[in-house]
């Protein structure tokens, strides 16, 4: 039998905002509000993988699975595989494995479960999702990712990606979307993926999956059904927990 997993790779040292997968929304951590809405997924087990004891044991108190890993990993994925690696013999035939950044606590339980679906129907190394950009405001803040595509994204069309940027000067007649921070690897890919050397647009951009585009992995997109904003700052912080109430 074929399975799926969720594993959301956090840690405490991020530069931007450090500590924040224990900053409270609603009285609770924004690492176990992460956790809960891919529980909603139901689409398989869910794991928190991290290298910091505190994260782990407030995941295990709010009823939550948690691996401890190393700390220097080059990306999340990378500590996504050591997970996978550790949950490999207890949970059999895991065949997707769905990377959900840990800044996400808005993330529809449906966007997970609707790329996981597109993975199943699909024939691709790595999935993700997109929203529609809603402003220049997007386009231009450099903690949204954006992503290229050649064709307009529509419900239920999984489209290569053609690049992935943070800023970009000519956008004129391109077909740019808000990336969401999720991937769905099939097992070969990720072990694929983690015994690459980390690229140079992956470095220069300070984006994991180019180092997937620059050896050949092939990553297809879908539209998603909400735009969660991934949370990079307190300022960010402040709305998503607005937007929570």
Do not use: W
Request: proline share 4%; glycine share 6%.
């Amino acid at each position: 039998m074929k399975n799926t997993a969720i594993i959301i790779p956090t840690r405490l040292a991020a530069k931007r905002f450090p500590n924040k997968p224990l900053a409270l929304i609603n009285g609770l951590p924004m690492i176990v509000h992460v956790f809960n809405k891919a529980k909603e997924s139901k689409v398989g087990k869910v794991f928190v993988a991290t290298p910091d004891k505190e994260i782990f044991d407030i995941v295990q108190k709010n009823g939550g699975q948690a691996i401890l890993t190393k700390i220097d990993h080059a990306s999340g994925s990378d500590r996504v595989y050591e997970a996978y690696s550790k949950i490999l013999k207890s949970e059999g035939d895991i065949d997707i494995l769905i990377n959900l950044q840990g800044d996400m606590p808005n993330i529809k339980p449906s966007s997970i479960s609707g790329l996981e679906k597109l993975m199943r129907a699909n024939n691709c190394d790595i999935g993700t999702l997109a929203s529609p950009i809603k402003n220049n405001d997007e386009i231009k803040n450099p903690n949204i990712v954006k992503i290229q595509v050649e064709e307009d994204l529509k419900n239920e069309a999984f489209l290569v990606a053609k690049d992935f940027f943070r800023k970009k000067e000519d956008l004129h007649n391109k077909k740019i979307y808000h990336h969401i921070g999720i991937y769905a690897f099939t097992n070969i890919s990720l072990t694929k993926y983690v015994k690459l050397s980390r690229s140079k647009l992956e470095i220069e951009r300070n984006l994991e999956q180019m180092r997937a585009m620059e050896n050949g992995l092939v990553i297809k997109v879908g539209l998603s059904d909400s735009a969660p904003l991934g949370v990079d700052t307190e300022q960010d912080l402040k709305k998503v927990s607005q937007e929570m109430n």
